[in-house]
């Protein structure tokens, strides 16, 4: 674990902080930290009566206006979060701290219903020619784009470990040094600590005028017209999703990769009875 001085997107140290809380599951999950009740008996002098949960802070770049949580888990840390991702295990200790959970894994397991407007908008702003895709964090696969075309050789990378029989798709241990058309990224960015250096690395894993898909939520509070570090009063707790992206937030994210912005688009979709908001972009390295 390491405490942020400056934004993962921009480098930046023109950010502002403010006190918040890190949810139960993940203090859990990643530290084993569990919430103390302080009562009485315990004689802490100075201390009110209550339950005392993991402490963290709430950070805003004023450079590239990205909101975020100042704790960067390390390597480690994510492995124990996210390993087995969504399976029995996780769930039942996921509902033990937020009941209900169970019913919206089932929703968010299932495979996404407009993936044939993400196919679109990658088709329409790069182009066919695509003989291989990389799915960066693809899980099982199931939410892979183009997996029912054949001519594309398809692999996903996760560190999840989840696997599905998916006829034609490989799973990899690490992607150094292959080569790839097309790279997708569906709500994985939000999650990662350092997602320049990670933007970076996967760079070097396109081919040249090859270029990467990411999509990633557009946060209720986010508001691209004005948004300052007033923000800092309204989020005020922190779980899964460590990153709160702008629109001004992604594109500074590209640049700083080196990449070539193609297309950014905000769009509304449907998921059971939710309504989610994304952002979706694709970029030419």
Request: contains cysteine; glycine residues 4%.
């Amino acid at each position: 674990m390491k405490i942020s001085s400056n934004c993962p997107v921009c480098r930046s140290k023109n950010i502002t902080k403010d006190s918040a809380l890190l949810m139960p599951f993940i203090a859990k999950k990643v530290f084993g930290w569990e919430p103390l009740t302080i009562k009485k008996k315990y004689n802490f002098k100075t201390l009110k009566l209550g339950t005392s949960y993991s402490a963290c802070n709430s950070v805003f770049c004023g450079n590239c206006t990205l909101l975020f949580l100042d704790i960067r888990f390390d390597a480690n840390e994510m492995k124990r979060l996210y390993k087995n991702y969504r399976d029995k295990n996780y769930t039942t200790l996921r509902e033990k701290y937020e009941p209900g959970y169970s019913d919206r894994n089932n929703m968010l397991s299932k495979k996404i219903h407009y993936m044939p407007s993400i196919e679109k908008f990658i088709i329409d702003n790069t182009g066919n020619n695509f003989s291989n895709l990389l799915d960066w964090g693809g899980e099982t696969g199931i939410n892979t784009p183009f997996l029912n075309s054949p001519k594309i050789e398809k692999f996903i990378y996760d560190i999840s470990g989840n696997k599905k029989d998916n006829k034609g798709i490989k799973y990899l241990k690490n992607i150094n040094y292959k080569k790839f058309d097309l790279i997708t990224c569906l709500h994985v960015f939000e999650h990662i600590p350092y997602p320049l250096k990670e933007l970076k690395k996967l760079a070097l894993n396109l081919k040249k005028n090859s270029c990467i898909y990411i999509e990633v939520p557009h946060e209720s509070i986010i508001n691209d017209d004005h948004l300052d570090k007033n923000i800092l009063n309204v989020k005020k707790h922190w779980h899964e999703h460590v990153n709160f992206f702008s629109r001004e937030s992604l594109e500074n994210l590209i640049r700083q990769a080196g990449l070539k912005l193609l297309k950014i688009d905000k769009k509304n979709v449907t998921k059971g009875k939710f309504v989610l908001s994304i952002y979706q972009l694709v970029a030419m390295k």
